[in-house]
């Protein structure tokens, strides 16, 4: 039910830390898995992104997240309005994205429309994964799970996987969610390459973007990515893979977060996963004593090398096994004793290309675009930030205008180490 432009719903109220013992704690779902006495729930808001609320909840039994939409942009304030149905999509794909990939997600164990608040699983050790980039850290199965992720939900999610009608359905369903994925299309597609109000970038860095925003090829096929963005409801993507919306432990991943999902194109989580990983590599040599350096820089390039082969990998598996829908029928090839590997290799090889454009808009966007991240951001010696910012627009430049050049991945590594010298 919405009530206004804000998609804000009769009786909707923004939750606080005194009030929301009171207001869950009637809540069997919630009750029952929290436990003892509302009024005693330990409740810590921990919300740092730029959206919404986020509270930890724990009472004699456990723990939840309490997870819920604020009526505008939190890191901007009320002078942007936005949706509060935004928590519904989210909701919708946390539930496909736990058929579709098993285990990676959080388990929602309620959720209520009206309040545009998710309740859900506490992931815990977990800590952020940028953070743990950051500080130089190893995950063990980090490339593994994202690349399986991506390739699962991308083939579950499309009519390789799904029946026509299901498909259809789905996509309508999403349609609804118009406020996020403008959102996407002006933040990440758009405003790096031009003035636009909202950006901001180091200051040092300011001949290479002028360089950067005089490339008409650069914009031209960003808009062409763009296109195909908006276009493509190929399957439902995650949205905003970002190494912010992946928790983990030393040897646990899990991918949190989808309030940016849409049915969009099957290369852009892969493309936006590996952007991140890149800008974790480039920032390094600010967050790394020169001895250690070396070895975690390698390991990063040894994780976006898994990822991308894990997705292939995995692609092909889901293409034997469970290759059910319209695309690509067996009558078509297996039934006529034809092989359809040739086809599949082609159509990775297209994606392939795909996420590595993406990937550089990836790049581009934040450092130049409205929302950046940790990893240069809390580079205080601007001229250091801005020297590895230029490695990583520089590089991201190369990808979007040039991508078919880098199919191969240990030719992508080697120009990551190519810029990063
Ligand atoms: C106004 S929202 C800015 C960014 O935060 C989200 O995490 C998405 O990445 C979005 O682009
Ligand atoms: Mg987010």
């Not at 309490?66 to 942009?73: D, E, F, G, R, S």
């Not at 194109?265 to 996963?273: C, I, K, R, Y």
């Not at 990998?313 to 078509?332: N, Q, V």
């Amino acid at each position: 039910m919405q009530g206004d432009q804000s998609g804000k719903s009769d009786g909707y109220e923004a939750l606080e830390v005194a009030t929301l013992g009171a207001r869950l704690g009637g809540v069997g779902d919630v009750a029952r898995r929290v436990g003892g006495d509302p009024a005693q729930w330990d409740v810590r808001e921990v919300g740092d992104g730029n959206l919404n609320l986020v509270f930890i909840v724990t009472g004699e039994t456990g723990s939840v997240v309490v997870k819920q939409a604020l009526p505008y942009v939190r890191m901007v304030g009320e002078s942007w309005p936005l949706p509060l149905y935004r928590a519904h999509f989210e909701y919708y794909a946390l539930v496909r994205q736990a058929k579709r990939a098993p285990g990676v997600a959080p388990e929602v164990y309620y959720f209520d429309k009206a309040q545009a608040l998710i309740v859900m699983e506490y992931l815990h050790p977990h800590v952020i994964l940028r953070r743990k980039l950051i500080k130089g850290e190893r995950v063990e199965g980090l490339g593994k799970v994202v690349g399986e992720f991506c390739a699962r939900t991308a083939f579950r999610g499309s009519e390789l996987s799904l029946s026509s009608p299901e498909k259809k359905a789905d996509v309508g369903l999403f349609s609804g969610n118009v406020a996020i994925p403008a959102i996407t299309e002006s933040l990440v597609f758009t405003d790096p390459y031009y003035g636009a109000e909202m950006n901001h970038h180091t200051p040092e860095l300011a001949e290479t973007v002028a360089a950067l925003r005089g490339n008409a090829l650069l914009k031209a096929k960003a808009q062409r990515m763009l296109l195909k963005f908006t276009a493509n409801t190929e399957t439902m993507i995650h949205g905003d893979l970002h190494s912010g919306s992946i928790m983990a432990t030393d040897d646990s991943v899990r991918v949190i977060d989808p309030e940016f999902s849409q049915y969009g194109p099957m290369a852009f989580d892969l493309g936006m996963a590996v952007a991140n990983f890149l800008m974790a590599y480039f920032s390094q040599p600010a967050h790394r004593a020169p001895e250690a350096l070396e070895a975690y820089q390698a390991w990063i390039l040894e994780v976006i090398g898994e990822c991308l082969n894990r997705f292939d990998d995995e692609f092909r598996r889901l293409w034997h096994t469970e290759r059910s829908g319209i695309l690509y029928p067996r009558a078509l090839f297996e039934d006529q004793n034809q092989e359809s590997d040739t086809a599949c290799e082609t159509l990775l090889l297209e994606l392939r290309d795909d996420a590595l454009a993406y990937c550089g808009i990836e790049m581009h966007r934040r450092v130049l675009s409205l929302a950046h991240n940790a990893d240069f951001e809390e580079i205080e010696d601007t001229a250091l930030r801005a020297k590895l910012e230029t490695r990583n627009l520089k590089m991201g430049e190369e990808l979007v205008v040039n991508p078919s050049a880098y199919r191969k991945a240990h030719a992508l590594l080697a120009l990551a180490r190519a810029y990063h010298r």
